[in-house]
């Protein structure tokens, strides 16, 4: 079967960005906290509670000054209850931010109506009835979209909802230029912002909307690791190393004795305090030239530093002859015509491609080991002649006449096979080896995300499904771009997606280290 997969992969998409900015601040978060609390400590030994009558007073506002300490952690207790199995909370605060949402822009909404009115006379006073209506119109009809289950009833009050909003917006910016034309004291800078207001308020509907989309995706009956990413150990330790952007190789307390934990560590935090800094929002006791000029080399050295940290990573070497990791390691087979599967991305996509190097998604090899290695080491032959070791799976460089039974005694023991798809000899022998070992249950075939590829990656596919005797249904190639085939449920299923991006493919890798159902992986908006 197929099943596209493009909803979830957009949903992992906004939340990988997410939680790639969010690691800018974690350790600054920290390094808050214990300044508030010190500011806290110093106010107690000066008796600034000597101020306060009642000792119930001053209790609360120790208790309030220890939470608002405490607050820059917050997303730590956030990032547990997103974790947590209740769809019913993730429904409930969908529906509380819809409601909010479009109760907020009602309200601008209004005061904007009301700012070309003189006085409040009796007409202007009928227009608040009409206002509350409109509003609650829009927050019935976004109710029903949530709580339904039919995927009839949700495209159709869907529409309905598009349509509410747009007559509610349409509606009072009518009224609102009606005003604006027929006040002769209107000048310029109204005019401004009035067009200020017609460019703000749909930016501001769409991030409610979206956040709404999130938490119906979290209400659906999926694990909660498909769209956040799975922490294997779930101690303290990895999920602040999660939180903190380090890739899953290095959740471990072991990993504070490696150079590469601590480049990576650093080089986050320097960026956002040379951020500052350029922003002006930290006073360094230094001239506007000096801060801006140490703001641009903290945030320079914190990419030379995020660089230093991967090529200090990469020194690791696989030697399947002294195992110094008793866990099953993941084996990583692929082309040497595409050593890493790289995620192509436009030129002229600065913003994405910064954020791509930031969270490990610039390719297959990359994405491994910031998802999966905390399962096992990730494992590779290096490409021959290859002088430099790249950022991803630890390699092996093997002599020619050893490299098929290196292969084949680590696909054995392995946890998992991940394997690029290919039609090349070498791919080929690695398909005949799955089937002769019985290992096409552990597989997940990964197509290289490049786009126009559908030829190549059908042929790949039907060598695949030749090699080791996979049923597959005809007409699969015609539904969007092939990401990955991979075990389900309902026997082997092809995942697409309409963009062959870092999102889709390791959503795929996601899917198959935690055996999802095929329901799993439908359409979450059912739209």
Known sequence: MTIDISALASMVRRMDVSATLKSFVVVVAVLLVWTNLATIGTALQWGILELFDAAGVASAWVITAVIAALAPLGFIAWDWVARRPWRHLAAISGALI??????????????????????????????????????????????????????????????ALVAAAVLVLAGFFFLLMERTIEDPETTRDDWVALIGAAVA??????????????????????????????????????????????????????????????????????????????????????????ALALGASAIVGGHLLFHVGKRLAARYIWDPTHLHDPRPPILFLRSFDDDQLRFGRPWWDLAGRWLDLWSFRRNVDEAMIDEIAQYGPVVALGMPGETRVPFGAMRYYSRHEDWQRIVTDTAKRARAIVIGAGSTPGVLWEYGLLARENLVG???????????????????????????????????????????????????????????????HVLAVRAHFQRCTAAQLADPLGL
């Not at 009835?129 to 979209?145: C, D, E, K, Q, Y």
């Not at 552990?442 to 499904?465: E, M, Q, V, Y």
């Not at 990401?483 to 449920?489: E, H, N, R, V």
């Open 98 to 159: 819809g409601g909010i949402g479009f109760a907020a822009v009602g309200g601008v909404l209004g005061a904007l109506a009301y700012m070309g009115a003189e006085e409040l006379d009796a007409e202007s006073l009928t227009e608040w009835p009409a206002l509350s209506a409109a509003i609650s119109v829009v927050v019935v009809v976004l109710t029903g979209w949530l709580i339904t289950e039919s995927r009839r009833l949700r495209a159709l009050l869907g529409w």
């Open 442 to 504: 552990r597989t997940l075939l990964l197509f290289p995300p490049t786009a126009g590829g559908s030829a190549a990656d059908g042929a790949a596919l039907n060598a695949f499904a030749a090699a080791t005797g996979t049923e597959l249904r005809p007409g699969h190639s015609d539904a969007g771009h092939l990401i990955a085939l991979l075990t389900t449920d309902a026997g082997p299923t092809l995942l697409t997606a309409t963009k062959p991006d870092a999102a889709a």
């Open 201 to 290: 308020l749909p930016v501001v509907v769409w991030l409610f909307v979206r956040a709404v989309r999130h938490r119906i995706v979290l209400s659906g009956d999926r694990p909660r690791e498909l769209m956040l990413g799975a922490i294997e150990r779930r101690s303290f330790w990895a999920r602040l190393a999660f939180l903190a952007g380090l890739p899953s190789s290095l959740w471990h307390a072991r990993a504070m004795t490696r150079s590469a934990f601590w480049a990576f560590l650093s080089a986050r935090p320097l960026v956002y305090a040379g951020t500052m800094l350029l922003l002006g929002n930290v006073d360094v006791g230094l001239g506007p030239t000096a």
